[in-house]
């Protein structure tokens, strides 16, 4: 494992969000959920490609908060142009679950 330093580490911008909206993302090469997410007034709405399919359907990603690097450059994904990256782990079967705090913090809070 490569160690950084903390300055290193202070570059990534990783904030809370929620989704406020959710499709399908069947043009993908892998299965996938478009997502729109609000990180609150400083950063606004913002959009991203999931490959969390196996333990979330649109729907039910709606409301959901989750973390995201907002200061990664844009990336096209076939016809979406990826703003962020949304965090997750994988389980025991390496499907992707979903990164959030366990309790209430607003829209665009900064992990630390």
């Known amino acids: 494992m490569d160690e950084i ?7 990534v911008d990783i904030r809370l969000g929620t989704v406020v909206r959710a499709e ?3 043009e993908a090469r892998k299965p996938a959920i478009k997502v ?4 609150g007034p400083e950063i606004g709405e913002r959009k991203s490609s999931a490959q969390i399919t196996q333990h979330y359907t649109p729907d ?8 995201a690097v907002v200061n990664f450059p844009p990336r096209q994904i076939g016809p979406v142009r990826s703003e ?3 965090l997750g782990v994988h389980d025991a079967n390496g499907f ?3 990164v959030a705090p366990d309790h ?9």
């Open 5 to 11: 330093s903390y300055d290193d580490f202070l570059k």
């Open 24 to 26: 399908p993302f069947p």
């Open 36 to 39: 729109w997410i609000d990180f």
């Open 60 to 67: 039910a990603l709606i409301g959901k908060r989750v973390m």
């Open 84 to 86: 962020v990256l949304v």
């Open 96 to 98: 992707v679950t979903l």
């Open 104 to 112: 209430s913090a607003p829209d665009g809070a900064r992990l630390s």
